[in-house]
């Protein structure tokens, strides 16, 4: 059994649930999955077309396991903001080079008291020098990733939450950025470099994202707060609509 099958079993036991395999000569293999009744699941057991327990561990028991890891495993959740200046092609987004040598946005762990905006803000004003006064939120922009992690050996499902904000600009600069002690470099870049260089494919989705919306928001199909282009009116104005006349 190789090391990724034992991590899987590993994390199985901690759900209260057993894998277990048979072989007949003949036949392929069957992967056993049963589990305690407090985990909500049946005893089930299915047939994989595999010749291996690794295979069968990997084709049937992942998608269990991570419906058990919802139900039971640690949870933490982060809030950020996606930051950029100008518009179209000019527009440019912020990203923070961590000292643990990624590139990645400004966010951070959402405290008791918090709301996801009052976090993104702070964690904001934390890790850039940036204030709530130099930027516009962007109105129905929430992007959300989910992704696992080990902390201390233990898995930790962790959500993260985007908001959208634009830099004010003075004399055409975005806001002065003021680096915290966990990182080492930022810069403004262009969509198409910035969603090269940060360094996390869940970084790069968020981005798509937030350049999408703000592409839509542009063109008409989704307005932001800071939008203040007027939609022409479709009819020629003053244009009124003739009565016969009877009798």
Not at 58 to 67: E, N
Not at 99 to 105: D, E, I, N, R, T
Not at 123 to 133: A, D, K, M, R, Y
Not at 152 to 177: H, M
Request: proline share 4%; hydrophobic share 35%.
């Amino acid at each position: 059994m190789n090391a990724t099958v034992r991590n899987i079993a590993r994390e199985a036991r901690t759900c209260g649930l057993m894998l277990s395999s048979t072989k007949k000569r003949g036949t392929p293999f069957e992967f056993g999955f049963s589990a305690v009744a407090t985990a909500g699941f049946t005893a089930t057991t299915f047939t994989c077309p595999a010749r291996g327990f690794d295979s069968i561990v990997t084709c049937w028991a992942i998608p269990f396991l991570l419906r058990c890891r919802n139900t039971f495993m640690p949870r933490e959740k982060s809030s950020g903001v996606i930051i950029f200046s100008g518009a179209g092609a000019k527009r440019k987004f912020l990203l923070l080079h961590y000292a643990a040598g990624h590139w990645s946005l400004p966010k951070g762990h959402v405290e008791p008291d918090e709301d996801e905006k009052e976090t993104a803000l702070r964690e904001l004003n934390e890790e850039t020098g940036i204030t709530e006064s130099e930027i516009v939120f962007v109105e129905g922009f929430r992007q959300e990733i989910q992704y696992y992690f080990t902390k201390s050996g233990e898995l930790v499902q962790k959500q993260v939450v985007f908001a959208l904000a634009r830099a004010k600009t003075r004399g055409g600069k975005p806001p002065k950025v003021r680096l915290s002690f966990e990182h080492t470099d930022f810069a403004w870049l262009p969509y198409a470099e910035a969603v090269e260089k940060v360094t996390f494919m869940s970084d790069k989705s968020v981005l798509a994202a937030a350049q999408d919306f703000l592409e839509k928001g542009k063109n008409g199909t989704q307005k932001t707060l800071f939008d203040k282009t007027k939609q022409k009116p479709s009819g020629k104005k003053g244009a009124t609509t003739k009565k016969s006349k009877t009798g």
